[in-house]
Each structure stands twice: as structure tokens, then as C-alpha cells.
């Protein structure tokens, strides 16, 4: 019910937008998050958005965007300066009646897509 796209190879300082189609439901009242997973290091949050508030991990926060259009159903992640550090497989996630406090918890989330893989190039 969660496709992600727009993943692939990209040198250091460059931008790539992930997308992240829902289908099946209408998800805007639902939390909606983008998760990451480095080769052999654990899945990591990166970037939510609950109602109208946006909330970003740290090291991508003011690099990285997300965005969701309720009308097409699908969450965006601008994702601008990438460095080698940014490779990852990311996954889009969804979850209904998320606190804020839970936003960056993986376990709230119950629908998750597939994963697109961004490789970052030095």
C-alpha cells in the first residue's frame, strides 16, 4: 500500500526527491515517515510529518525535506547536499494516532513500503 521511488545514484553534494505512493486508503491523517537502513548498521528515522509539523533527524535537518500532498496521496523527501553518509535503503512508513513523542520510533508505524536504494558517490 506503500510504493517508494526515486532512489539511485547520485555524487556527493548532489539532490535526489523520493517519493512515496500510498494506495488502498487515504493516509492524511496518518503520520507519514521516512526510515533509513546503511549497510550493516540498524534502520534510523530521518524525517516525519504529523498534521501540519515536520520533524528531521538531526544530521539531515536543514539538508533534507519532506512533504506529502494529500490530493495524490504521496509523501516527497527533497533530499539536497547528499554525502556518502546518505546511502541507505529508505523506507516510507505510515501510522494513525502517532504522539509526537513516538514520531522516530519505528514500532507505531503500521504500514511500510518497500525501500529505494540511494547510493551517494564521493
Given at each position: 500500500?506503500?510504493?517508494?521511488?526515486?532512489?539511485?545514484?547520485?555524487?556527493?553534494?548532489?539532490?535526489?526527491?523520493?517519493?512515496?505512493?500510498?494506495?488502498?486508503?487515504?493516509?492524511?491523517?496518518?503520520?507519514?515517515?521516512?526510515?533509513?537502513?546503511?549497510?550493516?548498521k540498524?534502520?534510523?528515522f530521518?524525517?516525519?510529518i504529523?498534521?501540519?509539523?515536520?520533524?528531521?533527524?538531526?544530521?539531515?535537518?536543514?539538508?533534507?525535506?519532506?512533504s506529502?500532498?494529500?490530493?495524490?496521496?504521496?509523501?516527497?523527501?527533497?533530499?539536497?547536499?547528499?554525502n556518502?553518509?546518505?546511502?541507505?535503503?529508505?523506507y516510507?512508513a505510515?501510522g494513525r494516532?502517532?504522539?509526537?513523542?513516538?514520531?522516530?520510533?519505528?514500532?507505531?508505524?503500521?504500514?511500510?513500503?518497500?525501500?529505494t536504494?540511494?547510493?551517494?558517490?564521493?
Amino acid at each position: 500500500q506503500l510504493q517508494a521511488s526515486g532512489g539511485g545514484l547520485v555524487q556527493a553534494g548532489g539532490s535526489l526527491r523520493l517519493s512515496c505512493a500510498a494506495s488502498g486508503r487515504t493516509f492524511s491523517d496518518y503520520a507519514m515517515a521516512w526510515f533509513r537502513q546503511a549497510p550493516g548498521k540498524e534502520r534510523e528515522f530521518v524525517s516525519a510529518i504529523r498534521r501540519s509539523f515536520t520533524y528531521y533527524a538531526e544530521s539531515v535537518k536543514g539538508r533534507f525535506t519532506t512533504s506529502r500532498d494529500n490530493a495524490k496521496n504521496t509523501l516527497y523527501l527533497q533530499m539536497n547536499s547528499l554525502n556518502v553518509e546518505d546511502t541507505a535503503v529508505y523506507y516510507c512508513a505510515a501510522g494513525r494516532n502517532i504522539i509526537a513523542s513516538m514520531i522516530r520510533v519505528q514500532r507505531p508505524y503500521d504500514y511500510w513500503g518497500q525501500g529505494t536504494q540511494v547510493t551517494v558517490s564521493s
